[in-house]
């Protein structure tokens, strides 16, 4: 039997040789009751050195994993960054055994900053077959498939490692399942050569790409046990989003179509993914979801579009912030703050205004010390609020407070030696001394 995929892809055309850049350090973390046999197996299975690196580590936390739950996802996210820092790791790989069954789990530091696919989660495990251990080495279509994916979570690093995953697609597309692959794995095996298959075609997506992985997942949905393990089906309405998210990138795709299909998709994996128990995985969702909205509202303009985008940003500001994740706040912060301006400007409505308002006060507060250039943008962009509150009410003191904003924004970028910017920011300023002039 071949993969359920699988009718042949044509060979990709080879990409320009490119030199890999340093190859990717693969941080291992086992159970002390591993055997060094089963370590060796992990050594062979990522025994290319022109790709990964492998390092063995210890850790206290791993068995939080076989309780599949995320009663101890701080703990679990913590320790593995520690490890990728204090070994200089790219991919931290978590293995352990649960009963009949090794369950493989993948982090990566900047994990959770991932907003466009491919992403995934540290709970999005590839379970297998114990008895894989109890040989010499793994089955060759599996090492290819973890090789895989280890590329597919890393791709963005540089651009030889897209066509090395492609390569690995194409030779996993030519072999057949394992003969020894019970039904009950299936849908963690298929789900992870979906999210590697996303990840090297995703730009160049087209309608057939879309029904290969949607009978992919269909097969997945077949096979995994429905009253039992609700993170898995979680996971696999994630990755039919994903697949929805990356058809986009065909320019003759029915673009409404595909956004509202990948929010319903990411809309049913929010169900099992609560904020006490995955908050990273829940929060990143609901900053995805907004993404969509926001792209909904660009095709359709229709301002509840808006509103369901500052909703999902809202609950994700709840779970991100600027203290637990600083670069993440600080993007959720901008695009909350240019929602709110959006909608105020379509609603004519002062309140919402406000609203916008403070948003940029915190972002104000985050950029005077950290980047002086998008300082001055925030300036600016409550003093374009300003301008647009004192026109609409006629009132004076809010074209002041404009000017007031315009002025500070222009000092820093006289100081930044910024033209383009300073000729754009002299303008507004001339608008809101006429504006001042017909109202007095």
């Known amino acids: 039997m071949r993969w359920p995929f699988l009718k042949q892809k044509q060979q990709p055309k080879t990409l320009p040789e490119q030199p890999l850049v340093e190859p990717l350090i693969i941080v291992v973390s086992i159970p002390p009751y591993f055997l060094n046999s089963k370590k060796e197996i992990i050594r062979q299975t990522l025994s290319d050195e022109s790709l990964f690196r492998i390092r063995f580590e210890s850790e206290n936390t791993i068995e939080f994993f076989s309780k599949q739950s995320g009663d101890n996802f701080f703990d679990l996210w913590e320790s593995g960054l520690k490890i990728l820092h204090l070994q200089q790791g790219d991919v931290l790989i978590r293995i352990f055994l649960d009963q009949?069954?090794?369950?493989?789990?993948?982090?990566t530091s900047d994990q959770f900053m991932k907003l466009t696919p491919l992403f995934t989660s540290i709970f999005n495990q590839l379970c297998l077959p114990s008895s894989y251990f109890d040989g010499k080495h793994l089955p060759e279509e599996i090492a290819l498939l973890i090789k895989s994916f280890i590329l597919a979570i890393c791709v963005d690093k540089n651009p030889s490692y897209q066509q090395e995953l492609r390569n690995n697609i194409d030779l996993l597309s030519r072999h057949k399942v394992?003969?020894?692959?019970e039904a009950k794995f299936l849908p963690y095996v298929l789900n992870y050569i979906i999210l590697s298959y996303i990840a090297s075609y995703q730009k160049t997506f087209q309608k057939k790409d879309v029904d290969l992985l949607q009978k992919l997942l269909r097969f997945a949905f077949k096979?995994?046990?429905?009253?039992?393990?609700?993170?898995l089906e979680a996971l696999l309405y994630i990755s039919l989003g994903q697949i929805s998210q990356a058809a986009l990138n065909d320019p003759s795709a029915q673009?409404?179509?595909?956004?509202k299909r990948s929010i319903e998709s990411y809309q049913k994996a929010q169900k099992h993914f609560n904020q006490y128990m995955f908050p990273y995985d829940y929060g990143r969702l609901h900053i995805i979801i907004a993404?969509?909205?926001n792209k909904l509202f660009l095709l359709t303009a229709e301002n509840q579009s808006l509103r369901d985008c500052i909703f999902h940003l809202r609950e994700a500001e709840k779970i991100f912030t600027r203290a637990s994740m600083p670069l993440l706040w600080v993007k959720i912060k901008d695009k909350l703050a240019s929602a709110f301006s959006l909608l105020a400007s379509l609603s004519n409505n002062e309140e919402i205004a406000f609203m916008a308002i403070d948003n940029y006060n915190e972002l104000q507060n985050f950029y005077q010390k950290t980047s002086p250039e998008k300082f001055a943008k925030t300036e600016e962009e409550i003093g374009h609020i300003h301008y647009y509150l004192g026109k609409k009410l006629k009132d004076e003191s809010h074209l002041d407070e404009s000017l007031k904003h315009y002025f500070q924004a222009l000092e820093v970028l006289e100081n930044l030696k910024k033209p383009e910017e300073l000729s754009n920011l002299e303008k507004s300023i001339l608008k809101a001394q006429e504006?001042?002039?017909?109202?007095?």
């Open 100 to 107: 009949e069954m090794l369950r493989f789990s993948f982090q």
């Open 178 to 181: 394992p003969s020894n692959l």
């Open 223 to 231: 096979n995994f046990d429905q009253p039992k393990d609700e993170l």
């Open 255 to 259: 673009a409404q179509v595909l956004l």
């Open 291 to 293: 993404d969509l909205y």
């Open 435 to 440: 504006e001042i002039k017909r109202i007095i």
